[in-house]
């Protein structure tokens, strides 16, 4: 699950971590009341999406010249002047694609004196099975640039769980930052803080770009990215709470409320499978046809007829779709459940699309015969390299 800057800061601040003064706003009238809060006379407006590149980001609404999504203010009047452009336009980064993301949210914060940035994330390094700590001088809104063309500049750090963070970890921080004195012993207590959140929270990615050094000498976290592990969110309802269901696809909100696995894509041809290895097969198996996976939609292996027919009408809300193929594999998944829950779903939504079904497994007969005797026009498949070529076939046809 990702978590916005401004919550995310909130969080971090619990660890005893250095972050700007701030306020969240989600009016106009909010922002001006949060800024009046802080010191001034510098404060730091920022759009809250889930998404990178804020600061190079381009509002669609406004001209091609305005400001991005992170805006520098000198006055009070600024930072409402600023809210008011902000505040439900479109903000499009590198990250969001060319539809962009309708900002909601504000953060409203104290500006800083900038001495240098620097960049430190934590992430979980699949390759090793160990956690990652990812540490480099150029901080700031370049560090993709700097990654591609001076990947020397950036050094990573593994940190076996089983061992934890050792003091040698904090050193090696601090000399990949090459800092010394007052600020080098700072670095070291932050990266274990750092380090400490990350797994307390079952944090899945944080990063810290930039971490900069204050003209007084002090470190702060000036912005932040963080996504946890959805699978661990029953370990903390605090964080779960934090949830923002409007910076998410609404069809995969609703199959999250179904306990579906739904991930929506590019293509026209909707795919319900159960199990993740076989829907990533069904997807490649779709391409290698010559056409393209509309989603990735996991109903898992204790569906019910109800949780099949929901899935079913999530993916026909996708207007992209132009035929869905149904390939279950029956172990714990009966056969015949998921073809009463295809029947029951056909009947709501009025199905107009083609439709081609393989079954395997557990009652396969019962659920064939289902499905054969249901009137509707369902074309069925005797294996996964069967169902590809006919679904892609039927929707050429139709097409």
Do not use: W
Not at 51 to 64: I, M, S
Not at 109 to 120: F, H, M, P, R
Request: net charge negative; hydrophobic share 45%; glycine share 10%.
């Amino acid at each position: 699950m990702n978590l916005h800057e401004y919550q995310a800061k909130e969080l971090l601040a619990k660890y005893g971590i250095g972050i700007p003064a701030g306020h969240a706003a989600l009016t106009v009238e909010e922002a001006v009341a949060g800024a009046k809060q802080l010191p001034g006379p510098l404060y730091v407006v920022k759009a809250q999406i889930h998404a990178g590149g804020r600061g190079k980001g381009k509002f669609k609404e406004l001209p091609a010249d305005a400001k991005g999504g992170v805006r520098l203010a000198k006055s009070i009047e600024e930072v409402e002047a600023n809210a008011k452009e902000m505040l439900g336009n479109t903000l499009v980064t590198i990250q969001t694609g060319d539809a962009g993301k309708q900002v909601n949210r504000l953060y409203v914060t104290d500006g800083v004196d900038i001495a240098s940035e620097y960049y430190l994330s934590l992430l979980v390094d699949r390759a090793s099975g160990r956690v990652a700590m990812i540490v480099s001088t150029e901080g700031g809104m370049d560090i993709e640039e700097v990654a591609h063309s001076t990947p020397e500049k950036i050094t990573t750090i593994i940190i076996d769980p089983a061992q934890g963070f050792m003091p040698h970890h904090g050193r090696a921080v601090a000399f990949a930052l090459k800092l010394s004195g007052d600020l080098n012993k700072q670095a070291q207590k932050l990266a274990k803080q750092l380090y400490t959140a990350f797994m307390d929270l079952d944090c899945e990615m944080l990063e810290i770009n930039p971490l900069v050094e204050t003209v007084d000498g002090n470190l702060l976290v000036l912005d932040t990215k963080m996504s946890t592990d959805g699978n661990a969110l029953f370990r903390h309802k605090d964080v779960e709470a934090l949830r923002d269901v409007t910076e998410e696809d609404p069809a995969e909100v609703e199959a999250s409320e179904y306990d579906l696995a739904y991930i929506k894509l590019d293509g026209n041809i909707g795919c319900m499978v159960n199990g993740a290895g076989l829907a990533m097969a069904t997807m490649d198996i779709i391409k290698l046809n010559g056409a393209f996976p509309a989603n990735f939609l996991d109903v898992g292996g204790g569906a019910t007829t109800e949780k099949v027919t929901a899935a079913f009408k999530i993916i026909l809300k996708d207007p992209a779709v132009e035929g869905i193929l149904v390939n279950i594999f029956g172990g714990i998944m009966k056969c015949d459940v998921i073809a009463n829950g295809i029947v029951q779903a056909a009947k709501d939504v009025n199905l107009s699309v083609p439709l081609v079904v393989r079954l395997e497994g557990t009652n396969v007969q019962q659920g064939k015969d289902i499905l054969a005797n249901s009137g509707l026009p369902i074309v069925p498949a005797d294996d996964l390299g069967d169902a590809a070529k006919k679904i892609v076939a039927e929707v050429k046809q139709a097409a």
